[in-house]
């Protein structure tokens, strides 16, 4: 139930933008208690062909970027007049357009079109060139493909993997001197010699169970482990995971429409309290020979191996280990010739324990950057490699919500925080030397900025966006936040989104029955009179991954939102406890064990302040709708408040917890047996027989991260208790419910049409 969307996750390039001061945008929660968020009234009506079948409104981003490393600029990929793309570099400061790589010279043969270059990356001298292409997807994701390099000095193109079949290569990367690129092909590790293009085959154990250099399924979801090897600073070895996932059950889907009999896909999956994929983790020589296995201590089927890099030196691993229940993280020292290991320090909580991404050794490898929410708020620590002990970089109540980049020669980290209001973000800095001093350098400016830093972060590529204003990326000078030029505007998308009518955007705030502050928003229907009463439908996801309150652009669902107010109704949205806001320790561990409990009572709690405060909203017609942990939330407000919440649409839902696999949510719902009580009561599915207002439940058949499974359950139980509802199932699309030309479209002209009938505007 993750979400791609989470700030959490590290940024990509593409997702980087502006600096225009956009009027009209008042300031945010923090003082007053409903912020109003102007926006220009158009006349226009959202049009689903337009929205969905043309793409008119579709905020473009840009192709993949890359920053060289030797300061010379950045790299991007421009189409040409005759297909394929140009790789073209600009100076940041002075942006002298240069064409590194035209398409012409990515033709692997002269019949043959330009390679479609799905993402590349440079060698350390800028000399050479890795293309990724003719991608698919592995499991969620397409880290499958074919990989070619580049040779701008001779002009050469050549592919990787010899005689291997398309698409099945996997995270290749230049050793440091980029005379060789390691890669997955079947789960093993090959080594190709770029000169003689000799391969050599690192592992060979690869097979349906064991796994090298990659992960499994579950894995690869929760803790976004998909590149599973990493060459050692000098060159010589190649340290990576291995799993083996024999004795996890395998889960199996039923494909009914591709083929004239069904077909049948089979994967490890392990639910809730099954027997995870064992993980260790080895050191070889990068020339082929034994494997060192790290002697992490504890039963490999009870305790994950979230994060390995070397440890500022070619003899040294650096491994973070979570106990099955995630409540300690315990980082290690381990010894790449020996395999010997020494604890460094421990994260211990009463819930669940944050992995550190990307910590980086500094002052000659005698110390590393930390994230630890050890305070009760997400902050930077330097820890000494001798002794663990920790000294504090930022401080304060407030999270730091992703580091960016540790500049050491300069003595700054940048990272994202939005100390103010949890609604937005901004770039700051903090002194590496511990003195506590913090400079924000985005410029007052509301909205969500993200960043790409150059090396020595005297440059970034910036994106910006709020609730009014689609993404514009920008290239901007540091510290001072100077736009040098423009990257992508998205203005013809702007100007048809400006002329859309619109009602009133506000963000607001309202108190829990214990007190607790939430944020929310709510969108006026257009042709909005005070005196008059409407109906309201919340958008609700509510679980850890997942923010839906924030000054930020809304992409298609802000859009469909759109479309509703021009219809009448009333649509809000409300954050509730345990939502991945930056709002410290507390308010994100304080749904442990009560998830989609206390969850949903933060959210009725807000409707029954909402009531009190609006009086134009009818209490009599309030629906909800959510996808995912969204659509699991919505099922238990129906269930549990089936007086307040009158209509429901729940789209991939989880309505049984045991149901979901063992990361996730043993994450946050705890052990079985011990925690058996508290699964069967925090699952929609315990309360469906409370059901009494309208509910329209939809699946897609080929979810394999949320299984059709559950929703079928469901079903099973509601007609067990004689519920009448609607049930929708869409043949073969994945967890997205996107895949199939009309899918979208086809999914929310349902979703309104069930509404209108269900959810009136006008009283009857």
């Not at 006349?43 to 981003?61: I, M």
């Not at 949890?422 to 511990?434: H, K, N, T, V």
């Amino acid at each position: 139930m993750t979400q791609n969307t989470s700030y959490w996750l590290r940024q990509t390039f593409t997702a980087v933008t502006a600096a225009l001061l956009i009027s009209g945008c008042s300031s945010l929660p923090g003082g007053s208690n409903t912020d109003t968020v102007a926006s220009a009234q158009g006349s226009e009506a959202v049009q689903f062909d337009e929205l969905y079948g043309e793409g008119k409104f579709n905020a473009r981003g840009v192709g993949p970027t890359r920053w060289l490393a030797n300061g010379s600029g950045y790299t991007v990929l421009e189409s040409t007049e005759n297909g394929g793309h140009d790789l073209v570099r600009y100076h940041p400061e002075t942006q002298q357009r240069t064409v590194l790589v035209e398409a012409e010279n990515l033709r692997p043969s002269a019949t043959e079109e330009p390679l479609e270059v799905a993402d590349y990356s440079w060698s350390e001298d800028g000399k050479k060139l890795l293309i990724f292409t003719n991608t698919k997807r592995s499991w969620r994701t397409h880290t499958l493909g074919d990989y070619w390099v580049y040779n701008l000095s001779t002009k050469r193109l050549q592919q990787l993997g010899g005689n291997a079949e398309p698409s099945t290569l996997q995270f290749a990367k230049f050793d440091p001197q980029a005379t060789r690129v390691a890669y997955v092909m079947k789960n093993n590790i090959y080594v190709e010699d770029l000169s003689t293009q000799k391969i050599t085959q690192l592992t060979d154990d690869g097979n349906d169970t064991i796994v090298n250099g990659t992960f499994d399924w579950v894995n690869e979801e929760e803790f976004f482990l998909r590149d599973g090897f990493r060459w050692s600073p000098d060159g010589r070895s190649i340290a990576y995971w291995q799993l083996d996932t024999e004795g996890t059950p395998l889960f199996t889907m039923i494909n009914n429409t591709d083929a004239l009999y069904p077909t049948l896909k089979q994967f490890p999956y392990p639910k809730v309290g099954e027997t995870n994929a064992a993980m260790r983790i080895g050191v070889m020589p990068a020339s082929g020979g034994d494997t060192k296995w790290m002697k992490i201590p504890g039963d490999p089927r009870q305790n994950y191996l979230v994060r390995m890099q070397w440890a500022g030196n070619s003899s040294q691993l650096l491994i973070q280990q979570l106990t099955r229940s995630q409540a300690v993280n315990t980082a290690y020292l381990a010894d790449a010739k020996s395999g010997a290991v020494r604890e460094l320090l421990q994260e211990v909580t009463e819930s669940w324990a944050e992995y550190v991404d990307d910590l980086q050794f500094i002052d000659n490898g005698k110390s590393f950057t930390w994230l630890s929410e050890r305070s009760g708020f997400r902050h930077i620590y330097v820890v000494q490699r001798d002794t663990g002990r920790l000294s504090t970089i930022t401080r304060g109540n407030w999270d730091v919500i992703e580091v960016l980049q540790i500049n050491e020669n300069d003595g700054w980290v940048y990272f994202i925080a939005s100390p103010e209001t949890p609604l937005e973000r901004y770039l700051f800095r903090a002194s590496l030397d511990g003195s506590g001093k913090l400079e924000r350098l985005t410029p007052d400016q509301p909205g969500t900025h993200s960043y790409q830093l150059s090396a020595d972060a005297k440059y970034a590529v910036h994106t910006f966006s709020d609730v009014n204003n689609m993404p514009v990326v920008d290239m901007i000078s540091l510290p001072e936040h100077r736009r040098i030029r423009v990257i992508k505007d998205n203005e013809n998308a702007q100007d048809a989104f400006d002329k859309l009518k619109r009602g009133a955007f506000e963000f607001f705030q309202v108190e829990a029955q214990d007190g607790l502050k939430l944020d929310g928003f709510l969108m006026k229907p257009t042709d909005f009179d005070p005196s008059k009463k409407y109906p309201i439908l919340f958008y609700v996801y509510g679980e850890p991954w997942g923010q839906t309150v924030s000054n930020s652009w809304g992409g298609e669902r802000f859009l469909f939102h759109t479309y509703l107010t021009q219809q009448g109704y009333i649509v809000a949205s409300v954050d509730n406890r345990g939502t991945r806001s930056p709002r410290g320790f507390e308010w994100r561990r304080s749904i442990y064990k009560n998830l989609g409990d206390i969850t949903v009572r933060d959210q009725h709690d807000a409707l029954q302040a909402m009531l009190k405060r609006w009086d134009f909203i009818d209490g009599d017609r309030v629906g909800i709708w959510g996808h995912s942990g969204g659509g699991s939330q919505t099922l238990n407000a129906l269930f549990r408040y089936p007086e307040a919440y009158h209509v429901g649409m729940a789209l991939a839902p989880v309505p049984d917890l045991t149901l979901y696999d063992t990361i996730y949510q043993e994450r946050y719902s705890g052990l079985l047996p011990e925690a058996a009580e508290r699964y069967r009561e925090t699952s929609a599915i315990t309360h469906a027989e409370n059901l009494q207002g309208d509910l329209l439940l939809v699946h897609g058949t080929g979810d394999d991260n949320v299984h059709f499974q559950g929703s079928e359950r469901l079903v099973n139980e509601l007609i067990k208790h004689g519920k009448q509802f609607d049930y929708f199932a869409y043949p073969n699309r994945t967890h997205g419910i996107s895949e199939g030309k009309g899918t979208t479209q086809h999914l929310r002209t349902m979703m309104v049409e069930f509404l209108k009938q269900n959810l009136p505007v006008s009283t009857p």
